[in-house]
Structure formats: C-alpha cells, structure tokens
C-alpha cells in the first residue's frame, strides 16, 4: 500500500476503540517496560492506549502513527537514551516527528532521569521542548514510577481539560479556602506583612516567593482567612496540575464557579462575575504557569476591587506585584543543646509537632536536643525537609537520622533528597524533597540549568566575580542575567555581606542536588578547577591587602570564603594539584593563624608536600611550602621536627635573597633553640632587619612579639618591655587587634613577673576586650594563662587553676601549643598549684575550668583578679 502523501492524514485505518485515546509515542525496544507501564496506566482510567505496535503492520509505519495521533485526545511522550530510527525521506526520527504532529493535543511528556548515555539528538529535542514552554518535562526513574505519573497526570488533566466545570460546592458564592491538614508554626513576621499589603485597597497582587517546601500556601492560607472579613469572597486556585499557561483561565473560572458560556473568553467571564466585588483569589503554584501572567494582569485590570495573592517559586514580573519572599524557619544557634534552648525555635517545633504525629510520646531529651538541633541546621530549617525528617522518628531516633543526613550532604548518595513523606495525600511534587527541588529545576532553561550545576561547587555561596568565574565555560551563558533568572526562581538567595555586595546562596539541599545534575553533565572536574584557580587569585588579591588599608574589607570577605577557601584547598590536595594548593594557602598564614585553623592547615601542608607534584613547584612557592610546613610543627608542638626544615628555608631564603622568606624562617628557628643564649638573640635581630627591608609591618611586628618573649624567657624584663612595647605601637597603627591583644598579653605577663600587679591587670582587661571582639581562641588562651598566674600571686589558686585548665583546653580544641617560650612559666605555675591545692583538688579545678569554655572563663578570670587586687593593690 502508497503511502499518503505528504500533509494528508491517510483514511480508513481506525483506532482499536472509540473512547477517549491517549496516544503513547517513545522508542520501542528500549523502552517496552515503560510502555507497558503507561498502558497500565491508561487502561486503570478506563481509557484507551494508542501504541504503534497495536497496529495493522500492513500500513507504512508513518502513514500509522499520523492516523493514530490524528484520532487521539491526549499525547504522551516517553524519552530515555535512544533518538529512534529516521526513516528514509525523513529529516527527523519517528518520535521527533511525533512530537511535532501533536501540537496543539494536551502534552505530557516524561525524561528518564539519569541518563548518561543520552544521544544528543534527544537531549537537543528535550531541551527545545522545554525552552518552547507548554509543556513541562517530568523526570522519572523506572517504569513503575512511571506509571504513577502517568496515572495522575492523566487523572489531574481530564478533570481539568476534558471536564465540565463541576456545581459549586456550598458557600462558593463568598469563596472557599482550603483547611491545611496541620497548624502553621511561627511566620509571625511575614503574616504580619502580608496582611497588611493585603489591606491596603491601592495594593493589586502580592506574590508570596520562595523555595519548594518552604510553607507558602500555609502562610497565604492564613494571611487570606485574616484578611477575608469584611470581603464579598476569597477564593482559592490550585495550579498545581496546570501545566499549560492556557489553560490557567480554565482553573481560575472553575474556583469561582463560571462555566463556559458560546465563544466568550472564560476570564471575561470571571470578570463579569467578580467586576464590582471586593474579592480576593489566592492562586497557588503559579510557577510552571508564569506565562499567563498577562492574562492574571487582564483579570486584574477589570475588577478593580479584586486582588491576588499568589504563591510561587519566581515573581510574575508584573507592574504593581509586591514580592515578599518566604525564608527558611529560624533554627538554635550553634552549640546550643540544651532542651530549653533548642525547643525554642520554629524549625524545631515544627519537628516535634511533626514526630509526636509519627509517634506521640516524642520528646526533645537532653539526650537527643544536640541532634535535633543539628539536624534542622543541616536541613536549612526548610519546613518540608524538616517535617519529611520528623516523620521517621519512630524508625530513626534524631542521633541515627542525623547520621544519616550527615553521609547524604557529604556527598554519599544523597538519601536525604531521597526522604519521603508517608502521607498519601501529599502533593507529588513534593512528596520526596528531589521532586520538590526537581520541579523548580525543570522550570529553568539550559542556562539556568548550567549555572544552578556549576555554582554547587561553591560550598558557602559566591560573590559576584566568583560565578562569573566559575559560571561562564568560555562564555557560554551570561552569568549576571541567569544568575538573576535563578533568583527570580527561589533557588538561589542574595544575602547582605555589609559591605554592599551581595552573596549568593543555595540551601544545602539545593546544593545537593545541584551537584548531582552537575555530574550528570560531565563538568565536575572543569568546574571545580575553574572555582578553586579563582579563589587562588583571591588569595593573592587578599594576601596583600592584608597589610595595606583595606586590611578589615579583606579580611570580611576571607571570612565569607573560608568554607570555599578550604574546600578548594582539599580539592587540590585530593587531585595532586600541589602548586595550585600551595596558591591557595600561602598567601593567607596570617588569616589562617587569626581563625584558629593552623591544625587543619598543618596537615594539608604535609599532604601537599608528598604529593608526587610538589617536586616540580616553583623554588618561591617551594620554600613557602617548607616554611609553613617547619612553621606549624612549632605551632603544634613538634618543635623538634621543625628545626631540619627551617634551617633549610632559612638556607634556600638566603641563596634567592628572599626578606620575607628569611625572616619568618630565622625568628621560627629561634623559638625552636633553648632561650637566652647569643644564637637567639642574633636569629631574632636578623629576622627583625630582614622583614623590615621585605616591607610586611604584620610580620614585623609578630617577630618583635617572639623577640620579646624571648627577653622574657630569659630574665630580662626591661627588654622585653621594650620591645613589646614598640611592637604594640606598630600593631595599633596597622589596625590589627588580633597582635594588639597578643602584645597586651605579653605586656601583662612581663608586668606580672615585674610584680607590677595594677599594670598586669590593666593590660589584662584590655586584652580580654579585643580576645572577644576577634574570637581569637588562641590568643584568649594565652591571655589566659596570665590571668591564672596573676590569680595565683593574689592567693586564688583554686581559680588560677580553672584558668588554667580553661587555657589548655581552648589549645587542644585547636589542635595547637603553647609558644616554647612561655612553656617553663607554665610548668612552674603547675607545680605550685599542684603543691597548695593538692593534685586531686587541682585536677578537679583544671576540669571544671575546661568546662566553662575560653569566653566565659575569660569572664570570670577578671572578676577573679579584679576582687582581689582592690585590696591587694592598695596597702
């Protein structure tokens, strides 16, 4: 038999049956399971399943499948790695030609989601369908959840679409609003706002932005019953199974109550119904159907008395729209984890209102506060993630399930997007927290789509240069407009830093599953590199402003990036990538030393070092290298094992003529030699000269600071005095507290042993003001080991023994040692103790000192000494 010719649909080849036909297009073999499950499907509903293999074979294949669509009702596309044949004659393949014939038939269309091995004739049809809009591409994993889609999809469409508009329920003359199944916790702050646009009659349309999961139809639920009295009707829209923007007229009419009446367009229909009325529509899920804004703007333009509340994931973009942005609930500051102190914020009871449906007895125990607490932290505190979390209590206690989520975000398979609600009545859409997140995502465009994957390498947000490094892959996509679109989709979230730049933010669980679509396109490795080689030049930028004027911006924006600057850092060091690691860290030893992270940065410093690529770096970045690596065994307490490699910098420094180098590597020397000698003392003068030819006042003034220590040492105070006291000068004027309290503690000790107590004070209660202001805990150590040998002098042993105890937990919890200076006075302060307390009685005082942390001991160090010294000082 001729096939008909080209733009005629043949006749006489009839479907199986004559009910309502859903036709199912797809590749054959590769997908059979599929396909039977969407004929499962089908068949359930009672309607009936138009496949090509149920065909007469006599027919041309496409002379077949054009008949079928032409008698069909409803187009389902099913697409997984295979781009189907291309018959002879044909530009496209079967499915391609498929799709194309069935525009203008209600679409559902599903994308087996992962697929790797995608051909990219697919992938290219699949992105233009998607880029086209009127029709969205649901991701799926199997045939049997397949099936469950297509089961509702098709159930949610024919009600809609093919159905007529049902009799209005009871009351719907004055509107309807949904009940929601459970209370709202919190959002006293944003109810307050919204209800208060709400009010104000020159107000049109607020749209309630934010994440999937994060309660915007419970908040637009409540704000529309406060603002409902006083009101000729509220009505509530439910786009979530709207797919198509022209159908939005359809649902809006069916909410109020209008049907179809001749040719009329259905939302002058609502007009006529609403004109004179003040009424108010809260639309929810207007996301996926943006593109009837217009027609929401028509509706509005026609009843002037009517407004909108709508609830999506993006803003309408329409003039007179009020945005007001829905954030996570508030979640217990870190390190609380007390019951009292952790049930008093929203995320956690929304948690235990959660749990105690699972399971009734559930209670916040001092025993499970500290997970709970955690557990909501990891989650964001996005109330969806947080109820899913709270539904497997009776399962999971919250210590197992923290667990758990802590392996997922870490990068084993994510179970936490995987989490899933056990109610059946849930929307689909978010009944697992990868569908919530997935079905933002597949709003996006491929640009958005790209720059949403390469930013999830970012591990605390990015500033504006930084996504436009790491975003753009040779220019492929304007990050400043996209990274605009991504925000206008809820996923990421600009943040005040305070210095008029914005940080763009992802939650963790966006993050997540960011980097798994980022994997899915082969850009992980090319990404990564791109992010960590930007931050690297961050890290020079910042390295020198750390000693110029602009040291307090620097060091703000370092802040921001320590979470990134150290994971680029061990990314490095995980790919070999030894000079790329030693740029990273190098130019910011100061920085490290200031946050307390000298530990982690020691052994990254001997991973590098063995790296099979470190014996090629640059002799500079070489013998930065050596330095930190000689540097940081001092600082951990190996200064032995420091020697051989500081007198090899010391000795490379010297042949390349390197001030810098040589100065930070002779005064490290010196702190490794017995105190008091001449060798010291002439290390210490020469690194001295040498960092002042090399121009770095920061490190001028950290060498002066060991010098007099040193001095301090040894028996002589005067010097000591001195040269602490130049020192702190040059640290006031660079502007650096973090070496002015340092100084101030030295000054403190060298007055102390002195016997100049009211001075040991003074100095003591000005380095414990700047020890705060910074949460410099190595610092507030050291500043507590004077405040004990001072309690000790004015007969308080009991409390000089809690500071001291106080002080050395604060250096084990970072994993650092004392300067071996200062490490003799210590001694010497133990064995009193120990003689007028007792050991056991001191040892109890050393562990209740550990107890109270740094800032609190730090606290009750001055009340201490200050009681005191009122009457010691005053003979």
Known sequence: MAAAPAGEVPTGIATPDQRLRVFVSSTLEELAAERRA????????????????????????RDLYRAYLAQSDVFVGVYGDRYGWVGPGMAVSGIEDELDLSAGMPRLLYVRTP?????????????????????????????????????????????????????????????????????????????????????????????????????????????????APGRDGTWFVDLAGVRDPADVPAAVAAAVGVSAEGRRPLLDLVADRLAGRRALLVVDNAEQVAGAAPDLARLLSRCPGTQLLVTSRRVLRLRGEHDVPTGPLGTPAPGETTPGAVTGSPAVQLFVARARQRDPAFAVTPATAGAVAELVRRLDGLPLAVELAAARVRMLPPPLLLARLDRALDGVPAAALDLADPDVDAPARQRTLRATISWSH????????????????????????????????????????????????????????????????????????????????????????????????????????????????????LDDEAADLQAALRW????????????????????????????????????????????????DLAGRLLWARGAMRVTTGSPAAATPLLERVVADARARDDPWLLGHGLAALAVTMPPGGPAVVAALDEALAALRRSGDTWSVVLSATVRGSVALAAGDPVTAARVHGEALELARSIGDDQLTALLSDHLALGALLAGDLAAARSRLAEAVDLHRRVRDQEGAAACLDVLAGLAAVLGRPAAAARLAGAADAARAALGVARWPTHQPLADRLADGLRATLGPDAEQRERAAGAALGPWAALEEGLAAVGTSAGTALDP
């Open 38 to 61: 969407v004929r499962a499907a089908v068949t359930r509903l009672r309607l009936t399943p138009v496949l090509f293999e149920l065909g007469a074979r006599p027919h041309p294949p």
């Open 115 to 227: 697929a790797p091995d995608r051909d990219p004739r697919l992938a290219r049809l699949v992105e233009r369908v998607q880029a086209e809009g009127g029709a969205s591409t649901t991701p799926f994993r199997d045939a049997a959840e397949l099936g469950r889609l297509v089961a509702d999809d098709l159930a949610v469409l024919l009600s809609e679409r093919f159905g007529r508009a049902a009799p209005a329920p009871p009351g719907l003359a004055t509107g309807w609003l949904p009940t929601p199944a459970t209370p709202m916790v919190d959002r006293r702050a944003e109810l307050a706002a919204v209800t208060a646009l709400l009010r104000d009659p020159g107000v049109r349309l607020v749209t309630l932005t934010g994440p999937g999961g994060i309660g915007k139809t419970r908040l637009a639920l409540a704000a529309a019953a406060e603002a």
């Open 442 to 557: 597949d709003l996006l465009d491929g640009a958005g789509r790209a720059l949403l994957a390469r930013l999830s390498v970012c591990a605390d947000g990015c500033t504006l240069d930084t996504a436009e490094a790491v975003g753009a892959a040779d220019g492929d996509l304007d990050v400043v407009e996209t990274l605009s679109d991504l925000v206008g989709h809820s996923l990421v979230t600009p943040t005040d830093t305070g210095r008029g730049e914005p940080r763009f933010r992802m939650l963790d669980l966006v993050r997540v599953f960011a980097a798994e679509r980022l994997r899915d396109r082969g850009e992980e490795e090319a990404t990564r590199e791109r992010w960590a080689r930007h931050l690297a030049g961050v890290s020079a930028r910042a390295g020198a402003g750390l000693s110029g004027p602009d040291a307090r911006l620097w060091r703000v924006r």
């Open 572 to 619: 490095a060091v995980d790919t070999d990538r030894a000079e790329l690691a030693v740029r990273l860290a190098a130019p910011l030893a100061r920085w490290w030393w200031a946050r307390g992270l000298l530990a982690p940065m020691a052994e990254l410093a001997e991973r590098t070092a063995a790296l099979p690529s470190a014996a090629s770096l640059p002799a």
